[in-house]
């Protein structure tokens, strides 16, 4: 099947840092998806993007759609305690009931 | 507000025990997904299903069954679990049509002993 690369795998930052990660992939998407997930739960959507080059906000996260339609990134800006967790991308090609591909996951450590 | 449910947080089987995983949506969504989380391989599509009595394969449904008799419940069955399926099991479900946006469950962490 399709596979995202995300990077970093995993960060550890002190609280007030910004944080940028990233997804790339060899197959082009129509959707990128961000979600997160916490400890003891299950995956929540950030944000979603669906045009190429599309840049879209959610408060302090800011993602953007590659204009190639193989890439996207999220940033956080001023990072603190609560965006600790595992931050997953997702592509979606589009057409059927298909499920997402989703990369392996970025795990955020925020120091105080 | 959105609501997938998973009947149980928690599970431990024994190997060669058949286990039937639970999710339960309340938001009349025809499209439901089941998928294992492993530390370092990510979210891994099992089987997802159109609507009521149609199901799909994802990318491992070896070892896996699924049932959809009602459109608000989709179970996972396995069928003679085995040490190597211990793994959080995350059910999800989606608005037919609506693109991409995936409803996820809090997960069932099921070791098999």
């Known amino acids: 099947g399709q596979q995202l690369n995300q990077s970093p795998q995993s960060m550890f930052i002190q609280e007030g840092e910004d944080v940028s990660m990233n997804c790339t992939s060899s197959?082009?998407?129509?959707?990128w998806l961000w979600y997160k997930q916490e400890p003891g739960e299950g995956p929540v959507l950030l944000i979603a993007?669906?045009?190429?080059?599309e840049l879209t906000s959610n408060g302090r996260l800011t993602a953007q759609f590659g204009i190639t339609r193989k890439d996207s990134f999220l940033n956080i800006s001023a990072s603190i305690p609560s965006d600790v967790g595992i931050y997953f991308c997702?592509?979606?090609?589009?057409?059927?009931?298909?499920?997402?591909?989703f990369g392996k996951g970025t795990h955020l450590i925020i120091q105080p | 507000d959105v609501k997938v449910t998973q009947s149980s947080r928690y599970l431990v089987k024994r190997t060669g025990e058949k286990v039937f995983l639970e999710c339960v949506q309340d938001?009349?969504?025809?499209?439901m997904f089941w998928y294992r989380q492993d530390p370092g391989l990510g979210l891994r599509l099992i089987y997802f299903?159109?609507?009521?009595?149609?199901?799909e394969k994802g990318d491992i449904p070896e070892g896996y069954s699924v049932s959809r008799e009602k459109k608000e419940r989709f179970s996972l069955i396995l069928e003679s679990a085995s040490t190597n399926q211990t793994s959080m099991y995350l059910c999800?479900?989606?608005?037919?049509?609506?693109?991409?946006?995936?409803?996820f469950g809090s997960g069932t962490q099921l070791s098999v002993l």
């Open positions: 997702a592509g979606h090609t589009g057409g059927g009931a298909d499920g997402l591909t």
């Open positions: 999800a479900s989606r608005i037919q049509g609506t693109g991409s946006k995936l409803f």
């Open positions: 299903s159109y609507d009521v009595k149609m199901k």
């Open positions: 993007l669906y045009k190429a080059g």
């Open positions: 938001m009349d969504h025809e499209n």
């Open positions: 197959s082009i998407f129509n959707t």
